[in-house]
């Protein structure tokens, strides 16, 4: 049966769910039957082992990296399940299919495939149910397996990093084994993504073949890519069994997280723009897609805990002046909170602060046409706070073991429903009283002892688990309450960004690091999952506190304008004439707004890898580090990525460079997302340059199809540090 991208499987023999394709859909449908035999070559080498399982739960000689274990209340750890039914479903434009199967012992396994029309993305997740009158122990659920086609080779692209360092892109060929990417910090962590994209060495980045998928959980995730000798391989992925148990009594259930997964011959760009498609559809769904997404502001680094209404005020002032749309006051407006060491848990207005509370600043700041927004980190607790000297017993720990402070707060224990109904009550009152509508949801620390006061000592583990349920189920039950106030996922940055918060956030915060050029390279590994519309970007002050290097407040908004805009600076220390560039560049942004968060990414430039991404171009500016104008070893030296609207009328281009070499323009850089027929004219909107004269001055703006744009492409001569452009090309009329 084709499920999607022609992905059909069989039950093979012995209950064995064996997968058949995975590619390109094919002409009829009997070509995708095929029958699976391979010989027993020895009693080491069980022929099932080599199968394409579509799902392996543990039994007998399976030794690949398990989908699924349990242990049953006799002992028994293994699965021994039965093909029992398929169930087909269609509502609306969706279609789910359905595979049931049993376990004597008392287990029904649900497997569940789920497609979209006009999307070539397939939803995969797994139910497990205890249907015998005893306890039954789940210590390993995947989501599924995906199993590739053989290939000559096998490369990942993934992404790795740390705080301020979030999304860097790598690729590497897998080599014989398992490799693992995951997190077993509670989070989706900064140090990698639940994304892959897998391909045989020789895609590119709007051609070849590329299969690619990411998972949809914001806590400890796990997936293994696993080769074998006979070159086959599979990837599995969902639940990290990192000190996972699922305690199920009698007619209780599990579920795995959803994991999505697709193909595509067009290359990387062609499967992040399928990714971004699946995002805005997720957000459709669930009522998170804010659109326009507005230009935001934030206090943070103006004011830092020094929070108070009259610089408030002052700063809402400024911000209007330079066309903002929304203001958010960030730490240090609630409890005894004039540092990260106190206040915490404690969600009421600070009456030093504000005396008369919220109120007269959000009538100022809407009085001045802006929306407000508010910051809240609600799953962590200060021990100096009312909340914690209230219930110490609130918080994830360890009994007779001490408990791990990390940036003066402790984490509060979501498994517990007296903790979740209580941060829910205060929010609920937050937001009701207040007309507040953006709250930006921060998490500043992994999880440690996760321990719960109110758990069966056999149930311990499942902290991990219930604390993700527990904050979804706060965030949905505010969802519910209040549809019009809109969510930024944050965790210390980039820490908690994944297909699952899409489901409660309109945005993330990408990156505590807001150098605008360390954020070129974190930029653009965000946008292999994730649209631009969800990825919040600041500009703030120069020198900025990672790099301490100064940048010009051009470049910092042309980098930031790549997705949902911000400005994070102390603007009350602008000068007229930086408040006025400001102000331009939002006035600006504006006018092409509508292609940032909802055109069709193409990446033509790489930071990372220094490649022309556009069309194959026989090596012309491309290569690792090699090409016009990008020295060698010094693969980020520009930058350049397009937005282009679906109907091919209009597109913009931002082109950023550290800086030139030897006099050289910039690579030969070629549209990809124009209609070949249509005619375009090349209009610059923005430049920063050290020479203008010179760079106009190279300037051929006759009228093009958008065929030959792609095909000749353009150079700039962007000359000093830090020049950047922003063109757009527009669709001539007749």
Known sequence: MAVANGSPMSTGSASQLVHLYWGPTLPRDEDYIQHITFPERSSFDYAPLIWPHEYRPWHGRMYQEPSLRVTFSDGTRDVAWKFERAEVAAMKDTHRLTLCFSDPKGLDIKLHYETRDEQDVIARWVEVTNVS???????????????????????TTTVYGDWGREFQLQRSFLSYGKQVIESRKGHTSHQTNPLFMLDSGNANEESGDVWFGALAWSGNWKIAFERNTHNQLSVSGGLNDFDFVSVLGPREKVASP????????????????????????????????????????????????????PDQMKLAEIAADLGV??????????????????????????????????????????????????WVEPEMVNPDSDLYRAHPDWVLHFPDRDRTLARHQAV???????????????????????????????????????????????MQPEVWTRHVEGLYEILGRLHTRHPNVVFESCSGGGGRVDLAMLQFASQFWTSDNTDAYDRLRIQEGFSYAYPASTMRAWVTDSPQFMNHRKVPLVFRFHSAMMG???????????????????????????????????????RLLSPTFGTVSGADTGGIGAG??????????????????????????????????????????????????????????????????????RFYGMWDLAPRSGLAWARMGFRLLLRGDYASAIIRFKAVVE
């Open 133 to 155: 009158q005893d306890i039954v122990q789940v210590t390993h659920l995947s989501s599924a397996v995906w199993s590739l086609p053989i290939l000559p080779a096998y490369r």
């Open 258 to 309: 959803h994991f999505y997964a697709g193909y595509t011959n067009d290359g990387f760009g062609g499967a992040s723009r399928e990714m971004h498609r699946l995002a805005h559809r997720i957000q459709e769904e669930f009522g998170t897609k804010e659109r326009p997404t507005p230009v935001l502001y934030n206090s943070w680094e103006a004011t830092y805990f020094d929070v108070n209404e």
């Open 564 to 602: 949902a805009l911000g400005i994070g600076a102390d603007i009350s220390q602008w000068t007229t004439e930086e408040r006025e560039e400001a102000a331009k560049r939002v006035e600006l942004y504006k006018t092409i707004r509508h292609l940032v968060t909802d055109g069709e990414l193409y």
């Open 412 to 458: 509060l224990d979501y498994s517990n429903q007296a903790v979740r109904d209580h941060i829910f009550g205060l929010l609920d009152e937050l937001l009701s009283r207040h007309s507040i509508a953006f709250v930006k949801w921060d998490m500043n620390r992994p999880l440690t002892e996760p321990g719960s006061a109110t758990l069966a000592p056999d």
């Open 325 to 374: 749309e929304l203001f958010v006051v960030d730490d240090g407006w609630f409890g005894r909170r004039n540092s990260d060491t106190a206040g915490l848990g404690d969600w009421t207005v600070n009456p030093e602060k504000f005396p008369d509370g919220l109120d007269p600043l959000i009538r100022h700041v809407q009085g001045l046409g802006m929306k407000f927004g508010i």
């Open 624 to 693: 690792y580090g090699g090409g016009y104008g990008v020295a060698s070893g010094d693969a980020g030296a520009w930058s350049a990525v397009e937005y282009a609207d679906q109907k091919g009328t209009e597109a913009v281009v931002f082109v950023l460079g550290r800086g030139t070499q030897y006099g050289d323009p910039t690579p030969v850089i070629r549209p990809v997302g124009l209609d070949d027929n249509m005619v375009y004219t090349l209009e610059v909107l923005d430049v920063h340059t050290a020479d203008e004269q």
